[in-house]
């Protein structure tokens, strides 16, 4: 670990237009991003929304997940729980501090980027080039508070039904 508070980094696939969800599920199948998300999270902790989790419908394995509502009889097995943005968030700083790593993941959805976005200061963004139906979305933040530090195309393989650019954007101090 680099030393100071683990960061808060998020983790999104999105479409031309900004769409990351459809009826509560991801509106394209793309194995490769599923593989980079695995790779980028595995041993780390994850923040969700319930709705993710659900559209998830289990816990993902090797790694803590914490699972953001506000129903104080959600009880699924398996998962941290918080009740509020703040404290899924220093949790998972703990966990991570615990682990010996330096990232706190937020994986979605639409809700939780929204209201991490201000604590973030990396994201992971995979560029999806497709224009999907949906209801659920992320307009990636740009400069100057933004910058990106790294682009390569997806090796697209036969799973993977569109083509798209796995991207970093990091804070600018
Ligand atoms: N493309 C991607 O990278 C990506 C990643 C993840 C998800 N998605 C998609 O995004 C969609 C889901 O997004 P969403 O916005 O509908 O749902 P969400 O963000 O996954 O979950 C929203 C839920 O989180 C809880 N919550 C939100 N803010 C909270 C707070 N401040 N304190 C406590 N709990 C809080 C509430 O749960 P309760 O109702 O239980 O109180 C709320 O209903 C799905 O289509 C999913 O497939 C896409």
Redesign the pocket.
């Known amino acids: 670990m680099s030393g100071g508070a683990p960061r808060i980094v998020l983790v999104?696939?999105?479409a031309e237009n900004g769409i990351?969800?459809?009826?509560?599920?991801?509106p394209w199948r793309l194995s490769s991003d599923l593989k980079r998300f695995r790779q980028l999270t595995l041993g780390k902790p994850v923040v969700?929304?319930?709705?993710?989790y659900a559209?998830i419908g289990k816990p993902l394995d090797g790694r803590d997940n914490i699972v953001?509502?506000?129903?104080p009889d959600?009880h699924p097995p398996g998962v941290y729980l918080?009740?509020?943005?703040e404290a899924a968030l220093a949790l998972g700083q703990r966990l991570a501090a615990d682990r010996g790593v330096d990232e706190v993941m937020v994986?979605?959805?639409?809700?939780?980027f929204r209201?991490t976005l201000d604590r973030a200061q990396r994201i992971h963004l995979t560029r999806v080039h497709a224009t999907p139906a949906g209801d659920?979305r992320f307009d990636p933040p740009g400069p100057p508070a933004w910058r990106e530090t790294h682009r390569a195309p997806m090796v697209q393989g036969p799973n993977d039904q569109f083509p798209a650019d796995f991207i970093v954007l990091d804070r600018q101090a």
């Open positions: 999104v696939a999105v990351i969800g459809r009826a509560g599920q991801l969700m929304g319930r709705k993710t559209s953001l509502t506000r129903q959600f918080a009740g509020a943005i994986i979605g959805g639409e809700e939780i209201r659920a």
